[in-house]
């Protein structure tokens, strides 16, 4: 089945909305300014203005020659994206997919809207009807694709529904500035006499890309349906969104946990069939007082255990306020990833890091405190010991090198290390005591030093010396010299605890 | 007469042996078929059953932070044979002490324990808790200070259930109040003592003291990690007087 869209052409958007809201503007010419330049410029005119040719484009003073009573209202700049954002939210009536084509548009993708109303006329003429009550004049026109569609809406004069796969014979009579080029390619088509599109359909490619360059062949492929157009829809459509509306509104916790699990239910059946885990979702809920409230949670695999999930989401009802109540809930899984049967089987069995119940406790853990405080570490080719580990970035991820254990390294190290007074001979003997938070601790035994450099695209600093050594009591530390004893800048610092 | 009187001694020992058997798996401890030891030999010894219990909460006294660090070794040592080749384990505590990579001298993998770092204790108890209901890990150590009764209690029911063996790794108490754990350690560094009087530091060595065990013999033995595996210290070796004194 071909697609069908829709171009919705607001040809006097900005005006009509002053129309609209001020009554009095219905019946005289009025514009709408803007400074440029030091000069007032009409941005906007209504109809009555511009059936005395005043454009846009023109000075104001100029216009106000023309029609000395003419009204001048102050241009909003912004007014224009907001306006047909909110037209595009409310033409979801007609399609879940809108799209807003910049400046003064809308495009629909009606397939397989249309029969709803009965035929495609009456569904064009039902869009027209219901804008036009609302009190925007508007240009409708329906084809198999969006450049078509535009180039009717903006160009056509008869006959605004295009039948499937009629784009060509629709195009010929209109000018070339139906199918959106540059304002300087439409110019030179015109200066070469090329006033139709029937006149450059028929041209050899070649050299139509030579003499105009490959925009007016994209566009024209685009029309006529040989490529493919991409729009960004209006409002994003989840494929895995369930809505669940209450008859009372809901206000305890017990009441949005049903709601929840009924909700989870539908989801995690889903994905169950299709083979699919959610990784991250969105529990909405819409207020009474029409604020909407939403918790979300992320898993660490593809899941479709709804009780696991539920767990996760528990955590956070919680945080819901539900005010006067909640009347809807909409549950949206956001990313979603295929899951396969059998890996899953084996999760069950084994005992390492694949473990389902492991990866679901995890979840609860980041889901309560955030996924910065779950770490697992990987090794870093690094000496320098605070940078000979790295933190993993998933749960899976292979070790990219082994972990080495030819040296000695402390069970406990200190985030930072802390300045010591020790007493060593010179110049590289270990040494003979040391004072630590106030304790004097008389090393018997010491191995060292290790010296480890500064590496010096990463950090600028001194190398440190490390010696292992172990005082009378059998305690064992890790202390290190930064710098040279001839540097006269060295310190002792303890940087680990032994077992 | 007398052989009936030792027959009813007999008797009544193996009834007190088997009321005793029978009290275990009620009180948490669960035979099972497969070796159960962790390497710790004779120490094993003194837990009911002669094997080290799996599936139960071990609780160890610190004072001070090298003890603590002897306490993660030692833990570390057992653990290695926990874990076998594919297990892991979760390390919950408030902040990040553990040096991941000197893990692998205890023949761990580092990137097979998950440390989880929350902000305080009440947290620790919550995440310690949970992952000790969650079956197939090896192992959960969790870093706190106090332990009341309720929460050990907590701890031993979750684990009778996922047979997940708990360490709870006191620093410095308050008070050694009463736990339902099954058994409380405290491991202390030792002089290592090199065997060819090479200078230098050998192997760590710990003293281990169990200082409570649930139907078991509280002791005091002394182990040396040895890069691979426990090994008794069986030989006295001269000890300075004040350390021979200190443990006994």
């Keep these: ?499 | 007469m007398l052989k009936t009187k030792s027959r009813m001694l007999l008797s009544k020992a193996d009834i007190i042996a088997q009321l005793q058997k029978s009290i275990l798996p009620l009180q948490g401890f669960k035979y099972s078929a497969q070796n159960t030891s962790v390497g710790l030999g004779l120490i094993e010894k003194a837990f009911p059953n002669y094997s080290f219990p799996l599936g139960a909460i071990h609780e160890f006294i610190c004072a001070d932070t090298e003890s603590a660090a002897a306490t993660d070794g030692f833990i570390a040592g057992v653990l290695s044979s926990l874990m076998h080749k594919s297990g892991v384990s979760l390390w919950i505590s408030s902040s990040q002490k553990i040096f991941a990579p000197s893990l692998k001298c205890f023949g761990i993998q580092p990137d097979k324990i998950i440390f989880v770092n929350v902000q305080n204790q009440k947290d620790v108890l919550w995440c310690v808790e949970e992952a000790l209901k969650c079956e197939g890990i090896a192992a959960v150590i969790g870093e706190m200070n106090d332990l009341n009764f309720t929460v050990s209690r907590r701890f031993q029911l979750a684990v009778e259930q996922s047979r997940v063996t708990g360490f709870i790794i006191r620093n410095n108490p308050r008070q050694l109040n009463t736990t339902a754990s099954i058994a409380r350690w405290q491991i202390t560094s030792l002089s290592s003592i090199s065997h060819d009087d090479m200078p230098g530091i050998s192997f760590p060595r710990w003293n281990v003291e169990l200082l409570k065990v649930r139907n078991g013999k509280p002791g005091s033995w002394e182990i040396e990690w040895s890069g691979r595996k426990f090994i008794h210290i069986t030989h006295i070796v001269p000890l300075p007087r004040e350390q021979q004194r200190k443990t006994g």
Aim: aromatic share 10%.
């Design chain 1, 1 to 499: 089945m071909s697609k069908r869209f829709v171009m919705l052409w607001f040809r006097y958007l900005r005006t009509d909305w002053f129309t609209r809201r001020q009554s009095r503007l219905r019946d005289i010419p009025f514009v709408l300014s803007s400074p440029d330049h030091g000069r007032m410029m009409v941005t906007a005119a209504n109809t009555i203005a511009q059936s005395h040719h005043i454009n846009v484009g023109m000075v104001v003073a100029d216009a106000r020659a023309i029609i000395p009573s003419l009204e001048i209202l102050d241009d909003r700049p912004e007014l224009s994206d907001k306006l047909l954002k909110g037209l595009a939210e409310w033409c979801i009536r007609y399609t879940p997919f809108v799209a807003i084509d910049p400046a003064d548009g809308l495009i629909l993708d009606a397939t397989g809207c249309a029969h709803l109303w009965g035929s495609e006329k009456l569904y064009l003429e039902d869009i027209v009807s219901r804008l036009k009550s609302l009190g925007y004049n508007v240009r409708a026109a329906m084809a198999d694709t969006m450049g078509t569609a535009w180039a009717i809406a903006h160009y056509g004069k008869q006959n605004f529904i295009v039948e499937c796969n009629q784009q060509s014979t629709a195009l010929l009579s209109l000018p070339p500035e139906c199918l959106r080029l540059e304002y300087e390619s439409v110019g030179r088509l015109h200066t070469l006499g090329l006033s139709k599109v029937g006149n450059i359909i028929g041209m050899q490619r070649s050299a139509l890309r030579r003499r105009f360059g490959g925009h007016i062949l994209q566009r024209l492929d685009q029309a006529l349906g040989n490529k493919d157009e991409i729009i960004q829809p209006v409002q994003p459509i989840e494929p895995y969104q369930e809505r669940l509306p209450s008859l009372e509104p809901i206000v305890t916790a017990t009441g949005i946990g049903i709601a929840l699990e009924k909700l989870l239910e539908i989801v995690c059946t889903r994905l169950q069939q299709e083979q699919k885990g959610l990784r991250v979702a969105i529990f909405k809920c819409y207020r009474v007082d029409g604020r909407m409230e939403k918790i979300e949670i992320g898993t660490n695999r593809p899941s479709y255990n709804r009780h696991h999930l539920f767990k996760l989401f528990e955590l956070k009802i919680e945080t819901i306020e539900p005010d006067l109540g909640i009347d809807l809930f909409i549950l949206e899984a956001q990313k979603v990833e295929p899951v396969s049967p059998i890996q899953e089987k084996l999760w069950q069995t084994t005992d390492g890091l694949e473990n389902l119940h492991l990866s679901e406790l995890l979840d609860r853990f980041s889901g309560k405190y955030g996924a910065k405080s779950i770490h697992r570490f990987l090794p870093a080719e690094h000496y320098w010991p605070e940078r000979s580990f790295k933190q993993a970035l998933s749960i899976d991820e292979k070790l990219s090198s082994e972990w080495k254990d030819d040296r000695p390294r402390p069970v406990q190290l200190l985030p930072i290390p802390e300045r010591i007074e020790v007493m060593a001979p010179v110049p590289d003997y270990p040494p003979m005591n040391f004072r630590y938070k106030g304790k004097l601790h008389k090393v018997t035994k010491a191995d060292g030093p290790e010296r480890i450099e500064q590496e010096w695209w990463l950090q600028k600093g001194q190398h440190r010396d490390y010696y292992y050594v172990e005082d009378e009591e059998g305690k064992r530390y890790w202390l290190f010299r930064s710098g040279h004893y001839s540097d006269k800048f060295y310190q002792w610092f303890i940087h680990g605890f032994f077992a």
